[in-house]
T-cell receptor
Framework: KAGVTQTPRYLIKTRGQQVTLSCSPI?????VSWYQQTPGQGLQFLFE???????NKGNFPGRFSGRQFSNSRSEMNVSTLELGDSALYLC???????????????FGPGTRLTVL | QKEVEQNSGPLSVPEGAIASLNCTYS??????FFWYRQYSGKSPELIMS????GDKEDGRFTAQLNKASQYVSLLIRDSQPSDSATYLC???????????????FGKGTSLLVTP
């Protein structure tokens, strides 16, 4: 079974630009969560999607947004990039609520975003 | 108070020894607990999940949960140099109305296994 895929793997952008990251979950998984990882803050939750609906959102500004499609693939968007947005953005795939008691999350390889 | 706390390390153990990694959490009614391993430059890999008090063993790994003390640990027996990585503890807060399944992560403990 293929794992979680994320594209692109690396991105270099400049301040003020916007970026869209993509995630395809494990086949059969319907829930996608996004996390930001930085050396200083560690792994921080961004948002979670299930059945095309955002179910949970972390404490990030409105410049960070996301969506999920009917095939469970998800995208996240960051507008008006700031230097502090440089991070590893991780997508995690899980079966989804009601489909597994404990809903383990499996991470993709991540997208390394550098903002200059 | 941070929700999930881990000693950042580095924790250095000789090859063949037992490595003990610890994690405490603040939300007393948390239900699910996970250990991830992250190699430098890679994404986190799920290695253990535990939901009930006590021990859960999987190969060389044992997870231990004590909900009364709000403490979860990971033991790695017969440590190998290939176990050198950062180990992340993750806690799922209790589900509340219309909430999802977000995980709260500790900042990780760096483990170094020396030959």
């Amino acid at each position: 079974k293929a794992g979680v895929t994320q594209t692109p793997r690396y991105l270099i952008k400049t301040r003020g630009q916007q970026v869209t990251l993509s995630c395809s979950p494990i086949s059969g998984h319907r829930s996608v969560s996004w996390y930001q990882q930085t050396p200083g803050q560690g792994l921080q939750f961004l948002f979670e999607y299930f059945s095309e609906t955002q179910r949970n959102k972390g404490n990030f500004p409105g410049r960070f947004s996301g969506r999920q499609f009917s095939n469970s693939r998800s995208e996240m968007n960051v507008s008006t990039l700031e230097l502090g947005d440089s991070a590893l953005y991780l997508c995690a795939s899980s079966l989804g609520p009601g489909l597994a008691s404990y809903n383990e999350q499996f991470f993709g390889p991540g997208t390394r975003l550098t903002v200059l | 108070q941070k929700e999930v706390e881990q000693n950042s390390g580095p924790l250095s153990v000789p090859e063949g020894a037992i490595a003990s990694l610890n994690c405490t959490y603040s939300d007393r009614v948390s239900q699910s607990f996970f250990w991830y391993r992250q190699y430098s430059g890679k994404s986190p890999e799920l290695i253990m999940s535990i939901y009930s008090n006590g021990d859960k063993e999987d190969g060389r790994f044992t997870a231990q949960l004590n909900k009364a003390s709000q403490y979860v640990s990971l033991l790695i027996r017969d440590s190998q140099p290939s176990d050198s990585a950062t180990y992340l503890c993750a806690v799922r807060p209790p589900r509340r109305s219309n909430s999802g399944y977000a995980l709260n992560f500790g900042k990780g403990t760096s483990l170094l296994v020396t030959p």
